[in-house]
Protein backbone atom coordinates (compact mmCIF):
# COMPACT_ATOMS: atom_id res chain seq x y z
CA UNK A 1 0.00 0.00 0.00
CA UNK A 2 1.19 3.76 -1.31
CA UNK A 3 1.73 5.53 2.38
CA UNK A 4 1.64 9.57 2.52
CA UNK A 5 5.13 9.31 3.37
CA UNK A 6 7.76 7.03 2.37
CA UNK A 7 10.93 6.08 4.32
CA UNK A 8 12.89 5.59 1.61
CA UNK A 9 12.33 6.30 -2.19
CA UNK A 10 14.46 4.57 -4.89
CA UNK A 11 14.66 6.38 -8.37
CA UNK A 12 15.35 3.91 -11.21
CA UNK A 13 15.10 0.31 -12.19
CA UNK A 14 18.35 -0.75 -12.59
CA UNK A 15 20.55 -3.16 -10.58
CA UNK A 16 21.50 -0.57 -8.08
CA UNK A 17 17.79 0.25 -7.08
CA UNK A 18 17.48 -3.41 -6.62
CA UNK A 19 20.40 -4.08 -4.61
CA UNK A 20 19.42 -0.73 -2.25
CA UNK A 21 15.90 -2.12 -2.30
CA UNK A 22 16.95 -5.93 -1.62
CA UNK A 23 19.21 -4.66 1.45
CA UNK A 24 16.64 -2.17 3.03
CA UNK A 25 14.47 -4.63 2.53
CA UNK A 26 16.27 -6.98 5.36
CA UNK A 27 18.19 -4.90 7.57
CA UNK A 28 14.67 -2.60 8.70
CA UNK A 29 12.24 -4.64 7.64
CA UNK A 30 9.18 -1.93 9.10
CA UNK A 31 10.58 0.56 6.61
CA UNK A 32 8.32 1.92 4.01
CA UNK A 33 10.25 1.37 0.81
CA UNK A 34 9.23 2.59 -2.61
CA UNK A 35 11.04 2.45 -6.20
CA UNK A 36 9.92 4.74 -9.19
CA UNK A 37 10.91 3.38 -12.47
CA UNK A 38 10.38 5.63 -15.83
CA UNK A 39 9.88 2.80 -18.56
CA UNK A 40 7.42 -0.03 -18.28
CA UNK A 41 9.54 -2.71 -16.98
CA UNK A 42 12.61 -2.68 -14.67
CA UNK A 43 15.98 -3.53 -16.10
CA UNK A 44 15.48 -1.96 -18.90
CA UNK A 45 18.56 0.02 -19.09
CA UNK A 46 22.14 -0.34 -18.59
CA UNK A 47 21.11 -3.54 -16.71
CA UNK A 48 19.20 -5.19 -19.24
CA UNK A 49 21.84 -8.42 -19.92
CA UNK A 50 21.50 -7.29 -23.86
CA UNK A 51 22.91 -3.55 -23.12
CA UNK A 52 25.88 -4.77 -21.44
CA UNK A 53 28.86 -7.21 -21.84
CA UNK A 54 27.95 -9.44 -18.98
CA UNK A 55 31.08 -10.05 -17.51
CA UNK A 56 31.65 -10.42 -13.85
CA UNK A 57 34.55 -8.08 -13.44
CA UNK A 58 37.25 -9.52 -11.18
CA UNK A 59 39.72 -7.95 -13.02
CA UNK A 60 41.18 -11.45 -13.84
CA UNK A 61 41.01 -10.18 -18.34
CA UNK A 62 40.92 -6.31 -18.15
CA UNK A 63 44.00 -4.79 -18.69
CA UNK A 64 42.69 -1.36 -17.71
CA UNK A 65 43.24 -2.22 -14.19
CA UNK A 66 46.55 -2.94 -14.46
CA UNK A 67 48.73 0.04 -16.27
CA UNK A 68 52.45 0.01 -16.50
CA UNK A 69 54.16 2.84 -14.11
CA UNK A 70 56.73 4.98 -15.13
CA UNK A 71 59.56 3.12 -13.77
CA UNK A 72 58.33 -0.26 -15.94
CA UNK A 73 56.40 -2.15 -13.34
CA UNK A 74 52.84 -2.97 -13.03
CA UNK A 75 50.98 -1.03 -10.71
CA UNK A 76 48.23 -4.21 -9.49
CA UNK A 77 46.18 -2.38 -6.87
CA UNK A 78 43.11 -0.98 -9.32
CA UNK A 79 42.94 -5.14 -9.82
CA UNK A 80 43.00 -6.51 -6.26
CA UNK A 81 40.38 -3.69 -5.41
CA UNK A 82 38.29 -4.68 -8.56
CA UNK A 83 38.68 -8.52 -7.19
CA UNK A 84 38.00 -7.91 -3.14
CA UNK A 85 34.31 -5.74 -4.37
CA UNK A 86 33.41 -8.74 -6.87
CA UNK A 87 33.67 -11.40 -3.98
CA UNK A 88 31.55 -9.10 -2.09
CA UNK A 89 28.88 -8.78 -4.49
CA UNK A 90 29.66 -12.63 -5.24
CA UNK A 91 29.13 -13.61 -0.95
CA UNK A 92 25.80 -11.54 -1.43
CA UNK A 93 24.34 -12.79 -4.45
CA UNK A 94 25.52 -16.78 -2.78
CA UNK A 95 23.42 -15.77 0.06
CA UNK A 96 20.38 -14.81 -1.25
CA UNK A 97 20.30 -17.73 -3.97
CA UNK A 98 20.91 -20.31 -0.55
CA UNK A 99 17.61 -18.20 0.87
CA UNK A 100 15.39 -18.47 -2.16
CA UNK A 101 15.46 -14.83 -3.00
CA UNK A 102 17.18 -16.27 -5.61
CA UNK A 103 16.03 -18.79 -8.08
CA UNK A 104 18.92 -21.51 -9.42
CA UNK A 105 22.18 -19.52 -9.86
CA UNK A 106 22.53 -20.49 -13.78
CA UNK A 107 19.72 -18.26 -14.44
CA UNK A 108 22.09 -15.72 -13.15
CA UNK A 109 25.59 -16.84 -13.25
CA UNK A 110 27.39 -19.27 -14.91
CA UNK A 111 31.38 -20.10 -15.04
CA UNK A 112 32.88 -18.41 -18.40
CA UNK A 113 36.94 -18.31 -18.32
CA UNK A 114 38.30 -15.00 -18.79
CA UNK A 115 41.09 -14.17 -21.04
CA UNK A 116 43.18 -11.40 -21.94
CA UNK A 117 44.57 -11.70 -25.07
CA UNK A 118 47.08 -9.46 -27.00
CA UNK A 119 49.16 -9.13 -30.46
CA UNK A 120 52.84 -7.98 -30.96
CA UNK A 121 55.45 -8.51 -29.09
CA UNK A 122 55.36 -5.32 -27.02
CA UNK A 123 52.02 -6.25 -26.21
CA UNK A 124 53.02 -9.68 -25.01
CA UNK A 125 55.85 -8.45 -22.67
CA UNK A 126 53.70 -6.37 -21.48
CA UNK A 127 51.20 -9.11 -20.49
CA UNK A 128 53.59 -11.37 -19.39
CA UNK A 129 54.91 -8.97 -17.13
CA UNK A 130 51.24 -8.21 -15.70
CA UNK A 131 50.78 -12.09 -15.36
CA UNK A 132 54.01 -12.23 -13.24
CA UNK A 133 52.64 -9.46 -11.28
CA UNK A 134 49.14 -10.29 -10.41
CA UNK A 135 49.83 -14.07 -10.12
CA UNK A 136 52.10 -12.62 -7.03
CA UNK A 137 49.04 -12.11 -5.32
CA UNK A 138 47.18 -14.95 -4.08
CA UNK A 139 43.62 -13.17 -5.34
CA UNK A 140 45.36 -14.29 -8.90
CA UNK A 141 47.17 -17.34 -8.62
CA UNK A 142 45.01 -19.56 -10.69
CA UNK A 143 45.65 -17.50 -13.69
CA UNK A 144 47.87 -18.89 -16.51
CA UNK A 145 49.95 -17.62 -19.29
CA UNK A 146 51.18 -18.67 -22.79
CA UNK A 147 52.38 -17.00 -25.96
CA UNK A 148 51.85 -20.48 -27.86
CA UNK A 149 49.30 -20.76 -30.63
CA UNK A 150 48.46 -24.14 -29.70
CA UNK A 151 47.94 -23.84 -25.69
CA UNK A 152 45.75 -20.41 -27.25
CA UNK A 153 44.01 -22.54 -29.09
CA UNK A 154 42.41 -25.17 -26.52
CA UNK A 155 41.63 -22.11 -24.46
CA UNK A 156 39.66 -20.60 -27.81
CA UNK A 157 39.95 -22.21 -30.79
CA UNK A 158 38.50 -18.94 -32.30
CA UNK A 159 41.54 -16.84 -31.71
CA UNK A 160 43.88 -18.95 -33.75
CA UNK A 161 41.83 -20.39 -36.29
CA UNK A 162 43.04 -18.90 -40.05
CA UNK A 163 46.10 -16.55 -38.03
CA UNK A 164 48.95 -15.95 -39.52
CA UNK A 165 51.40 -18.34 -37.96
CA UNK A 166 53.88 -16.15 -37.67
CA UNK A 167 52.07 -13.45 -35.90
CA UNK A 168 53.30 -12.88 -32.06
CA UNK A 169 50.26 -13.39 -29.87
CA UNK A 170 49.88 -14.02 -26.25
CA UNK A 171 46.76 -14.83 -23.40
CA UNK A 172 45.95 -15.08 -19.98
CA UNK A 173 43.65 -17.67 -19.15
CA UNK A 174 41.56 -17.68 -15.51
CA UNK A 175 39.26 -20.43 -15.45
CA UNK A 176 37.50 -18.67 -12.64
CA UNK A 177 35.74 -16.15 -14.67
CA UNK A 178 31.74 -15.66 -14.92
CA UNK A 179 29.06 -14.22 -17.11
CA UNK A 180 26.33 -12.68 -15.51
CA UNK A 181 22.90 -11.47 -16.92
CA UNK A 182 22.55 -8.39 -14.69
CA UNK A 183 19.13 -8.48 -16.06
CA UNK A 184 17.84 -11.15 -14.67
CA UNK A 185 19.35 -9.98 -11.06
CA UNK A 186 17.74 -7.06 -11.18
CA UNK A 187 14.21 -8.84 -11.89
CA UNK A 188 14.72 -11.20 -9.10
CA UNK A 189 16.07 -8.82 -6.66
CA UNK A 190 12.71 -6.52 -7.81
CA UNK A 191 10.27 -9.98 -7.31
CA UNK A 192 11.63 -10.65 -3.95
CA UNK A 193 11.62 -6.95 -2.71
CA UNK A 194 7.96 -6.74 -3.79
CA UNK A 195 7.06 -10.11 -2.18
CA UNK A 196 8.54 -8.71 0.88
CA UNK A 197 6.03 -5.83 0.65
CA UNK A 198 8.23 -3.25 -1.34
CA UNK A 199 6.31 -0.74 -3.56
CA UNK A 200 7.34 -1.16 -6.96
CA UNK A 201 5.91 2.00 -9.78
CA UNK A 202 6.93 1.64 -13.06
CA UNK A 203 6.11 4.21 -16.06
CA UNK A 204 6.30 6.65 -13.21
CA UNK A 205 9.46 8.95 -13.94
CA UNK A 206 10.37 11.64 -11.06
CA UNK A 207 10.38 14.78 -12.84
CA UNK A 208 11.60 17.36 -9.60
CA UNK A 209 12.70 16.80 -6.20
CA UNK A 210 12.95 19.48 -3.59
CA UNK A 211 13.53 19.09 0.61
CA UNK A 212 10.44 20.86 2.08
CA UNK A 213 11.01 22.65 5.51
CA UNK A 214 10.64 19.91 7.31
CA UNK A 215 13.11 18.26 6.02
CA UNK A 216 11.02 15.83 3.74
CA UNK A 217 11.60 15.33 0.62
CA UNK A 218 8.84 16.15 -1.98
CA UNK A 219 9.11 13.93 -4.87
CA UNK A 220 7.45 15.08 -8.30
CA UNK A 221 6.21 12.41 -10.71
CA UNK A 222 4.53 11.81 -14.17
CA UNK A 223 3.01 8.82 -15.06
CA UNK A 224 3.84 8.28 -18.19
CA UNK A 225 0.70 6.28 -19.13
CA UNK A 226 -2.04 8.81 -18.22
CA UNK A 227 0.18 11.41 -17.89
CA UNK A 228 -1.28 12.34 -13.94
CA UNK A 229 1.43 14.50 -12.11
CA UNK A 230 1.63 13.40 -8.44
CA UNK A 231 3.72 14.18 -4.91
CA UNK A 232 5.23 11.67 -3.00
CA UNK A 233 6.62 12.15 0.70
CA UNK A 234 10.02 10.58 1.35
CA UNK A 235 12.48 10.94 4.36
CA UNK A 236 15.49 9.85 2.26
CA UNK A 237 15.78 9.29 -1.59
CA UNK A 238 18.80 7.30 -3.17
CA UNK A 239 19.06 7.83 -7.20
CA UNK A 240 19.92 5.16 -8.82
CA UNK A 241 18.48 6.51 -12.36
CA UNK A 242 21.68 5.97 -14.38
CA UNK A 243 22.45 8.10 -16.78
CA UNK A 244 19.93 10.57 -15.63
CA UNK A 245 21.25 10.84 -11.96
CA UNK A 246 23.24 13.99 -12.55
CA UNK A 247 19.75 16.13 -13.69
CA UNK A 248 18.01 14.66 -10.40
CA UNK A 249 20.75 15.47 -8.18
CA UNK A 250 20.80 19.46 -9.79
CA UNK A 251 16.92 19.24 -9.42
CA UNK A 252 17.20 18.60 -5.56
CA UNK A 253 19.74 21.34 -5.50
CA UNK A 254 23.08 19.15 -4.23
CA UNK A 255 25.75 21.51 -4.44
CA UNK A 256 28.57 18.53 -4.43
CA UNK A 257 27.94 18.10 -8.39
CA UNK A 258 28.83 21.79 -8.90
CA UNK A 259 30.45 22.09 -12.08
CA UNK A 260 29.99 17.78 -13.23
CA UNK A 261 28.95 17.30 -16.45
CA UNK A 262 28.50 14.06 -18.44
CA UNK A 263 30.10 12.90 -21.44
CA UNK A 264 27.66 10.20 -23.62
CA UNK A 265 29.08 7.53 -24.67
CA UNK A 266 27.10 5.17 -26.80
CA UNK A 267 27.13 1.54 -28.00
CA UNK A 268 26.66 -1.15 -30.40
CA UNK A 269 27.36 -5.12 -30.38
CA UNK A 270 28.56 -7.12 -32.67
CA UNK A 271 26.20 -10.33 -32.30
CA UNK A 272 25.75 -13.85 -33.21
CA UNK A 273 23.82 -17.06 -32.25
CA UNK A 274 25.43 -19.64 -34.99
CA UNK A 275 25.81 -22.62 -33.68
CA UNK A 276 29.28 -23.64 -34.90
CA UNK A 277 31.01 -20.19 -33.16
CA UNK A 278 28.59 -20.29 -30.19
CA UNK A 279 29.94 -24.14 -29.81
CA UNK A 280 33.52 -23.09 -30.10
CA UNK A 281 33.52 -19.87 -27.84
CA UNK A 282 32.79 -20.47 -24.46
CA UNK A 283 34.74 -17.67 -22.60
CA UNK A 284 35.66 -13.93 -22.44
CA UNK A 285 38.75 -13.04 -24.34
CA UNK A 286 39.35 -8.95 -23.82
CA UNK A 287 41.87 -6.72 -26.10
CA UNK A 288 43.51 -3.85 -25.42
CA UNK A 289 42.14 -0.40 -26.46
CA UNK A 290 43.22 1.64 -29.18
CA UNK A 291 46.23 4.52 -27.41
CA UNK A 292 43.93 7.72 -26.77
CA UNK A 293 40.66 4.94 -26.43
CA UNK A 294 38.92 5.25 -23.10
CA UNK A 295 38.67 1.71 -21.55
CA UNK A 296 35.27 1.31 -22.30
CA UNK A 297 36.11 1.01 -25.92
CA UNK A 298 38.51 -2.12 -24.83
CA UNK A 299 37.62 -4.72 -27.48
CA UNK A 300 36.31 -8.01 -26.36
CA UNK A 301 33.97 -11.29 -27.73
CA UNK A 302 32.24 -12.58 -25.12
CA UNK A 303 30.03 -15.81 -24.31
CA UNK A 304 26.77 -14.72 -23.48
CA UNK A 305 24.16 -16.80 -21.64
CA UNK A 306 21.16 -14.36 -21.50
CA UNK A 307 17.91 -16.28 -20.76
CA UNK A 308 19.00 -19.79 -20.93
CA UNK A 309 20.30 -19.14 -24.38
CA UNK A 310 23.88 -18.61 -25.35
CA UNK A 311 25.32 -16.35 -28.12
CA UNK A 312 29.05 -14.47 -28.70
CA UNK A 313 29.29 -10.64 -28.72
CA UNK A 314 32.15 -8.55 -29.93
CA UNK A 315 32.59 -5.01 -29.49
CA UNK A 316 31.55 -2.12 -27.81
CA UNK A 317 32.04 0.05 -30.76
CA UNK A 318 31.78 3.18 -28.99
CA UNK A 319 29.93 6.15 -30.30
CA UNK A 320 28.34 10.03 -29.50
CA UNK A 321 24.93 9.46 -29.62
CA UNK A 322 24.30 12.55 -26.96
CA UNK A 323 21.60 10.84 -24.69
CA UNK A 324 22.23 9.83 -21.35
CA UNK A 325 20.08 6.65 -21.47
CA UNK A 326 19.15 4.19 -24.24
CA UNK A 327 15.74 5.25 -24.06
CA UNK A 328 16.50 9.10 -23.23
CA UNK A 329 16.46 12.43 -25.12
CA UNK A 330 18.74 13.48 -27.46
CA UNK A 331 18.86 16.64 -26.13
CA UNK A 332 20.24 15.77 -22.67
CA UNK A 333 23.55 16.82 -23.01
CA UNK A 334 22.43 20.40 -24.05
CA UNK A 335 19.67 20.12 -20.97
CA UNK A 336 22.85 19.14 -19.00
CA UNK A 337 24.98 22.24 -20.21
CA UNK A 338 25.21 24.73 -17.25
CA UNK A 339 27.31 27.70 -16.51
CA UNK A 340 29.22 26.09 -14.20
CA UNK A 341 30.01 22.80 -15.92
CA UNK A 342 30.92 24.43 -19.70
CA UNK A 343 34.55 24.89 -19.08
CA UNK A 344 35.03 21.67 -17.44
CA UNK A 345 33.42 20.11 -20.46
CA UNK A 346 35.27 22.26 -22.48
CA UNK A 347 38.40 22.08 -21.16
CA UNK A 348 37.81 18.04 -20.89
CA UNK A 349 37.28 18.36 -24.65
CA UNK A 350 39.98 19.85 -25.84
CA UNK A 351 42.60 17.74 -23.74
CA UNK A 352 41.08 14.48 -25.09
CA UNK A 353 40.40 15.12 -28.51
CA UNK A 354 41.74 11.76 -29.63
CA UNK A 355 38.40 10.63 -28.04
CA UNK A 356 36.01 12.87 -29.71
CA UNK A 357 37.14 11.90 -32.75
CA UNK A 358 37.48 8.48 -32.15
CA UNK A 359 34.02 8.54 -30.78
CA UNK A 360 33.14 10.22 -34.22
CA UNK A 361 34.84 7.37 -36.29
CA UNK A 362 33.24 4.58 -34.36
CA UNK A 363 30.02 6.21 -34.93
CA UNK A 364 31.03 6.09 -38.83
CA UNK A 365 31.64 2.95 -38.99
CA UNK A 366 30.31 0.45 -41.17
CA UNK A 367 29.31 -3.55 -40.61
CA UNK A 368 32.43 -4.51 -42.65
CA UNK A 369 35.01 -2.40 -40.68
CA UNK A 370 33.61 -3.69 -37.68
CA UNK A 371 33.46 -7.04 -39.20
CA UNK A 372 37.51 -5.97 -39.58
CA UNK A 373 38.03 -5.05 -35.82
CA UNK A 374 36.86 -8.67 -35.25
CA UNK A 375 39.12 -10.47 -37.29
CA UNK A 376 41.68 -9.33 -35.27
CA UNK A 377 40.60 -11.45 -32.19
CA UNK A 378 38.69 -14.14 -34.95
CA UNK A 379 39.80 -13.96 -38.57
CA UNK A 380 37.72 -16.57 -39.45
CA UNK A 381 35.17 -14.77 -38.87
CA UNK A 382 32.51 -13.63 -41.82
CA UNK A 383 30.20 -11.01 -42.15
CA UNK A 384 26.85 -12.41 -42.54
CA UNK A 385 27.16 -14.30 -39.34
CA UNK A 386 26.60 -11.19 -37.44
CA UNK A 387 24.44 -8.79 -36.81
CA UNK A 388 24.88 -5.48 -35.03
CA UNK A 389 22.98 -4.96 -31.62
CA UNK A 390 22.43 -1.47 -30.01
CA UNK A 391 24.27 -1.24 -26.10
CA UNK A 392 23.54 0.14 -23.29
CA UNK A 393 24.31 3.93 -23.16
CA UNK A 394 26.76 5.04 -20.84
CA UNK A 395 26.89 8.72 -19.29
CA UNK A 396 31.29 9.21 -18.12
CA UNK A 397 31.91 12.26 -15.20
CA UNK A 398 33.51 14.87 -15.96
CA UNK A 399 34.26 17.18 -13.07
CA UNK A 400 36.81 19.87 -12.19
CA UNK A 401 39.82 19.47 -10.83
CA UNK A 402 41.28 21.68 -8.83
CA UNK A 403 41.83 24.64 -11.25
CA UNK A 404 38.62 23.93 -12.82
CA UNK A 405 39.51 21.63 -15.38
CA UNK A 406 37.50 19.44 -16.50
CA UNK A 407 38.84 16.09 -15.72
CA UNK A 408 37.33 12.63 -17.30
CA UNK A 409 36.32 9.95 -14.78
CA UNK A 410 35.83 6.35 -15.79
CA UNK A 411 34.71 4.95 -12.31
CA UNK A 412 31.52 5.43 -10.56
CA UNK A 413 30.74 7.90 -7.97
CA UNK A 414 28.89 8.00 -5.06
CA UNK A 415 27.18 11.65 -4.25
CA UNK A 416 25.77 12.38 -0.90
CA UNK A 417 24.20 15.20 0.02
CA UNK A 418 21.38 17.20 2.39
CA UNK A 419 22.70 15.89 5.64
CA UNK A 420 22.77 12.51 4.17
CA UNK A 421 19.14 12.71 3.10
CA UNK A 422 19.93 12.17 -0.37
CA UNK A 423 22.66 10.15 -2.77
CA UNK A 424 23.57 9.12 -6.62
CA UNK A 425 25.66 7.14 -8.10
CA UNK A 426 26.98 8.92 -11.05
CA UNK A 427 29.24 6.76 -14.27
CA UNK A 428 29.30 3.42 -14.82
CA UNK A 429 32.30 0.83 -14.59
CA UNK A 430 32.87 -1.45 -13.27
CA UNK A 431 29.26 -1.09 -12.58
CA UNK A 432 26.89 -3.68 -12.33
CA UNK A 433 29.68 -6.61 -10.84
CA UNK A 434 30.44 -3.98 -8.08
CA UNK A 435 26.53 -3.11 -7.04
CA UNK A 436 26.70 -4.34 -3.67
CA UNK A 437 29.56 -2.64 -2.38
CA UNK A 438 27.78 0.59 -4.00
CA UNK A 439 24.99 -0.15 -2.47
CA UNK A 440 27.12 -0.77 0.77
CA UNK A 441 28.54 2.59 0.51
CA UNK A 442 25.66 4.41 0.13
CA UNK A 443 23.85 3.15 3.44
CA UNK A 444 27.12 3.78 5.51
CA UNK A 445 26.45 7.35 4.07
CA UNK A 446 23.17 8.15 4.04
CA UNK A 447 22.45 5.88 7.80
CA UNK A 448 25.93 6.34 9.75
CA UNK A 449 24.42 5.67 13.29
CA UNK A 450 22.54 2.08 12.21
CA UNK A 451 25.62 1.09 10.51
CA UNK A 452 27.20 -0.83 13.32
CA UNK A 453 24.29 -2.45 14.13
CA UNK A 454 23.10 -3.53 10.78
CA UNK A 455 27.02 -4.97 9.90
CA UNK A 456 27.31 -7.24 13.40
CA UNK A 457 24.05 -8.22 12.97
CA UNK A 458 22.47 -9.09 9.75
CA UNK A 459 24.98 -8.06 6.90
CA UNK A 460 27.79 -9.77 8.38
CA UNK A 461 25.48 -13.35 7.58
CA UNK A 462 25.08 -12.28 4.14
CA UNK A 463 28.72 -10.89 2.99
CA UNK A 464 31.17 -12.60 5.75
CA UNK A 465 34.07 -10.82 4.33
CA UNK A 466 32.71 -7.64 5.18
CA UNK A 467 34.77 -6.50 8.42
CA UNK A 468 37.88 -8.27 6.74
CA UNK A 469 40.36 -7.49 3.89
CA UNK A 470 40.01 -10.04 1.72
CA UNK A 471 43.07 -9.17 -0.13
CA UNK A 472 45.57 -9.27 3.02
CA UNK A 473 44.29 -12.83 4.29
CA UNK A 474 44.49 -16.12 1.85
CA UNK A 475 43.51 -18.76 4.36
CA UNK A 476 40.09 -16.22 4.45
CA UNK A 477 39.84 -15.47 0.78
CA UNK A 478 40.46 -19.61 0.14
CA UNK A 479 37.18 -20.15 2.28
CA UNK A 480 35.15 -17.26 1.06
CA UNK A 481 35.76 -18.66 -2.85
CA UNK A 482 34.65 -21.90 -1.59
CA UNK A 483 31.97 -21.13 -0.58
CA UNK A 484 31.10 -18.85 -3.31
CA UNK A 485 31.72 -21.87 -5.86
CA UNK A 486 29.46 -24.26 -4.47
CA UNK A 487 26.09 -21.66 -3.51
CA UNK A 488 26.50 -20.18 -6.63
CA UNK A 489 27.23 -23.75 -8.34
CA UNK A 490 29.88 -23.01 -10.57
CA UNK A 491 31.59 -25.39 -12.64
CA UNK A 492 34.86 -23.72 -12.31
CA UNK A 493 36.71 -23.37 -9.10
CA UNK A 494 37.25 -19.49 -7.57
CA UNK A 495 40.22 -20.65 -6.23
CA UNK A 496 43.90 -20.47 -6.05
CA UNK A 497 46.68 -22.73 -8.44
CA UNK A 498 46.85 -25.72 -5.87
CA UNK A 499 43.31 -26.41 -5.47
C1 LIG B 1 27.89 -1.15 -23.17
C2 LIG B 1 28.01 -1.42 -21.70
C3 LIG B 1 28.70 -2.55 -21.26
C4 LIG B 1 28.82 -2.80 -19.90
N1 LIG B 1 29.42 -3.95 -19.49
C5 LIG B 1 29.46 -4.27 -18.19
C6 LIG B 1 29.98 -5.52 -17.77
O1 LIG B 1 30.39 -6.33 -18.59
N2 LIG B 1 30.02 -5.79 -16.45
C7 LIG B 1 29.56 -4.90 -15.51
O2 LIG B 1 29.64 -5.20 -14.33
N3 LIG B 1 29.04 -3.70 -15.88
C8 LIG B 1 28.97 -3.38 -17.18
N4 LIG B 1 28.42 -2.20 -17.58
C9 LIG B 1 28.00 -1.23 -16.56
C10 LIG B 1 26.65 -1.63 -15.95
O3 LIG B 1 25.76 -2.08 -16.94
C11 LIG B 1 26.07 -0.43 -15.21
O4 LIG B 1 27.05 0.11 -14.34
C12 LIG B 1 24.87 -0.81 -14.35
O5 LIG B 1 23.95 -1.58 -15.07
C13 LIG B 1 24.24 0.48 -13.85
O6 LIG B 1 23.10 0.15 -13.11
P1 LIG B 1 22.15 1.30 -12.59
O7 LIG B 1 21.10 0.64 -11.77
O8 LIG B 1 22.96 2.36 -11.95
O9 LIG B 1 21.57 2.00 -13.90
P2 LIG B 1 20.54 1.50 -15.01
O10 LIG B 1 20.53 0.03 -15.19
O11 LIG B 1 20.80 2.33 -16.21
O12 LIG B 1 19.15 1.88 -14.38
C14 LIG B 1 18.74 3.22 -14.20
C15 LIG B 1 17.22 3.21 -14.22
O13 LIG B 1 16.74 4.48 -13.81
C16 LIG B 1 15.59 4.79 -14.58
N5 LIG B 1 15.38 6.23 -14.51
C17 LIG B 1 16.19 7.21 -14.98
N6 LIG B 1 15.69 8.43 -14.73
C18 LIG B 1 14.51 8.22 -14.06
C19 LIG B 1 13.52 9.08 -13.54
N7 LIG B 1 13.63 10.42 -13.65
N8 LIG B 1 12.46 8.54 -12.92
C20 LIG B 1 12.33 7.20 -12.80
N9 LIG B 1 13.23 6.32 -13.31
C21 LIG B 1 14.33 6.83 -13.92
C22 LIG B 1 15.97 4.28 -15.97
O14 LIG B 1 14.86 4.08 -16.80
C23 LIG B 1 16.68 2.96 -15.62
O15 LIG B 1 15.79 1.87 -15.57
C24 LIG B 1 28.27 -1.91 -18.94
C25 LIG B 1 27.56 -0.79 -19.37
C26 LIG B 1 27.42 -0.55 -20.74
C27 LIG B 1 26.62 0.63 -21.18
Request: one cysteine or more.
Amino acid sequence: MTRETTDVLLIGGGIVSATLASLIARLEPSWSVEVFERLDDVAAEASNGWNNAGTGHAALCELNYTPRTRNGSIEITKAVDVHEQFLITAQYWSSLVKEGALAAPSTFINSTPHLAFVRGDADRDFLAARHEALTSHHFFQSMDYSADSTTIEQWAPLLTRDRRTDESIAATYAAEGTDVDFGSITRQLFEDFTRRGGGLHTHTEVTALHRGTDGLWQVRSRDRTSGAVSVKRARTVLVGAGGWALKLLRSAGATEVRGYGLLPVSGTFLSTTAPEIVDQHQVKVYGKAPIGAPPMSMPHLDARIIDGQRSVLFGPFAGAIPKFLKNGSIWDLAGSLRADNLWPLTTMGVKNLNLVSLLARDLLATHASKVTALQAFAPSANETDWQAIVAGQRAQIVKPDTKGRGVLQFGTEVITSAEGTLAGVLGASPGASTAVPIALEILRRCFPQHVEAWETATLIDYIPSLRTSLASDPAFTEQVKEAITSSLDLDQPLAGKDR
